[in-house]
């Protein structure tokens, strides 16, 4: 099922559908060279936005929830990558220890995400049992989930330089929590036992400025490959160092910043004769902070969203279905991002893809739907549904021939493509960030 | 769906089923080690014999066909393994040149497998074309398929030390043609290009019976695992050596092998409290040949039993819609194996199930159907009909603590892991018949 598409069912999207599926053969031998020099995340998930004139990635997610997303149909292809994953890292693996985000262990969307990484890695042969970084926990704790079955959450145990629990010795342990108030000790040292993603995949470490720094690298890469404008598929970007917008001469930073961008935005939908008026969001550099994104249209009108934004400020969006980062961490670092409107819909609700992947393979997607927000808006917000995406029959199926836009397995395949341009980015990303680098030239 | 057990719902097999799933984690763990020191074959395909009180394997295909028998869902995990296999083995591949079957190219049946071939190599990122060794096919011949489409069959061209097409120079061959008369001069020294599988997995150089040696191997190391009797997936065997059964002196060792193997069965059957007549199945060693497989319940039938099969001998199986090999080579080697009679029924015809693999992943796997022959006969004649088998959805999602014999994941999830200690009695097979073997060494 691919949602009615307003204007995107004409103009520069289809061709580049049309470019990327003509050159499926190429684009698949570019990703299988990339992955000979990188190492893909062990998992993430890419939110993506299509304009009808642009498709980009606005967010990348190293730890993703909404595994509970996904079609049935869609789990072979994920326990056959899990399966290809832990092979390249761990064969010898035998115990999986799970964390999840703490602050979520009430939420029981996030914990069906949970619940499916769990059996998405049992059926790759491991024993796997989850571990909480909530030291409330004292006792293996059930938590009930919708459909009548439980999870068990059970107390870390830290004996010297390894992590378990009780009875568990795992030799990998896969963290689903972003570490978004940094790294709690319990993790810190653990060099006898694998750490999937390493600690530096953590938002306490990551920047969105340094990953959007690598997508464009990617982007032009990949852009000159098709022999196309990489604007097509990166959001520019500018920031700030230090400045906190909260304070006056940072806001006036950023509004220098929200300015320039906007004129650069303006002067490309001229160049594509866009009809639209640019908008520009201003956003954490640490992932999601309490306040959320922030639209813009005009750098003066900055400090007003930013009251607005305060005004409405809420539960973190995670409660809506998705592990969304931890709330309100202390940075005020942003960056401010060209905005990529969203026109895909459905049932009338603005919607956005998610791409899922586990090591280098897309294994599923589903749609963001939220039918209170506008389409310049962050969709991962209170209220948001979720509609599972019919993309695991079909993304590694597309048509080559097909009228561009009508056909739902190009249209998947090019958001798969998309949203493995973000992962190649946030491999780069990793790589730069490595605090260990040296250790491996 | 899965087809209606006769006595599979009760006794022996549900118990395997049973310890099969309890130990999923540890069995996948132990293929994860396997796979460390052994290389999987490219691709094969495996027909299983589920008799109820045993399930094994009878014929493991290096060269499989019935690509056309898996079920749409299944080709995203085919896709997706194919990545797998070809970034292992040559990552910067581009031109991909595929050999099929000559003795077949106008067998539309065998055309539509190498279709589905072609496509899924392409989609896993590969120009795929396809060359003749059919030296009477002088230029590019379109075949026309039941579907409308077409495919074109090239001749080879041979420029020094490199095999390609006109305009087509490929860094990787994949042979799906099984080489049962020998290689032919176009494949020898090739090597500059990867050749896969390689030549040596051809039948002019297997053997049955160094197979059924391995997978006796690979079965032993299993079944200790599972703390559970090898022959419950293990069919026992014998060999003459070279004794052409066609004369006196052959055919009295045959008889004799015969006779030894039928006692043996006998005493295992008696062990189970199984009430029925065991058989043998004698076989030639070089695959197949132009009598097939012949079934003998008592030594002394042996003689009447080759000219019953002489008698209605037929064109080749795989006109019925398979890679079969091709007919009559001169080897007249045989191997006398314990039979295993097949208890599934579609639509109460004899069926057994068929598991196709690329790498070391199972993505699928179809019935094959016959209506004309009896649980004891080979089924991959002329008259059989395949059904395909849905097994994408289910193979990698077996449900734990489900009653066994009813659950169709759960007996899917069984024939994968039977078929793939198939494949791994290939890979130990392939090395201990490598050529070059010492290079590695």
């Not at 909404?66 to 035998?94: D, R, W």
């Not at 922030?294 to 934004?309: E, F, M, P, S």
């Not at 586990?358 to 599923?364: A, E, K, M, P």
């Not at 739907?369 to 389409?375: D, F, M, W």
Request: glycine residues 8%; charged residues 25%; negative net charge.
């Amino acid at each position: 099922m691919v949602p009615h598409l307003i204007t995107a069912l004409t103009g520069p999207i289809n061709e580049l559908e049309a470019r990327i599926l003509d050159s499926m053969p190429a684009i698949e031998r570019w990703f299988r060279l990339e992955w000979m020099e990188h190492t893909p995340p062990f998992y993430c998930s890419v939110d993506l936005r299509n304009a009808g004139f642009k498709l980009a990635p606005v967010d990348t997610n190293l730890f993703p929830g909404g595994f509970n997303n996904l079609t049935p149909e869609m789990l072979p292809l994920a326990v056959q990558a899990a399966m290809a994953a832990i092979e390249k890292i761990c064969p010898e693996a035998k115990n999986l220890l799970l964390i999840p985000e703490s602050a979520h262990s009430r939420n029981t969307f996030y914990l069906s995400s949970v619940q499916r990484l769990m059996r998405i890695f049992t059926q790759a042969g491991l024993n796997v049992r989850l571990g909480t970084l909530d030291d409330t926990v004292k006792a293996p704790t059930p938590v009930a989930l919708p459909d009548g079955s439980e999870l068990v959450l059970e107390p870390l145990l830290r004996i010297r330089g390894r992590l378990g629990l009780k009875d568990f010795d795992p030799c990998t342990i896969l963290l689903n929590n972003d570490l978004s108030r940094g790294v709690p000790r319990a993790l810190q040292h653990l060099h006898e036992q694998y750490l999937l993603p390493p600690l530096h995949a953590g938002w306490g470490v990551r920047r969105m400025s340094r990953h959007f720094q690598s997508y464009e690298e990617v982007a032009k890469k990949f852009a000159k490959l098709l022999g196309m404008d990489p604007w097509l598929i990166n959001p520019m970007f500018g920031q700030c160092g230090d400045a906190d917008p909260t304070d006056a001469a940072g806001l006036d930073c950023v509004q220098t910043n929200v300015d320039a961008l906007l004129t650069k935005v303006r002067r490309k939908y001229k160049e594509y004769g866009i009809n639209e008026k640019p908008f520009v969001v201003v956003k954490a550099e640490s992932g999601r902070d309490a306040l959320g994104p922030v639209t813009v249209r005009d750098a003066k009108d900055l400090g007003d969203a930013y009251a607005r934004a305060r005004s409405r400020m809420a539960p973190p969006a995670s409660d809506a279905g998705e592990a969304g980062g931890s709330a309100a961490s202390e940075a005020t670092q942003v960056i401010i991002q060209e905005g990529v409107p969203t026109y895909e819909r459905v049932n009338d609700a603005v919607a956005e893809p998610v791409v899922t992947m586990i090591d280098r393979y897309v294994v599923g997607g589903y749609y963001r739907v939220h039918a209170e927000r506008g389409v310049d808006e962050n969709l991962n917000a209170p209220g948001a549904r979720y509609v599972p995406l019919a993309f695991a029959g079909s993304h590694h199926l597309p048509r080559p021939g097909e009228k561009p836009g009508v056909n739902a397995p190009n249209r998947f395949y090019m958001y798969g493509v998309i949203g493995r341009l973000a992962m190649l980015a946030a491999s780069y990303e990793l790589e730069a960030t490595d605090p260990d680098a040296e250790v491996y030239e």
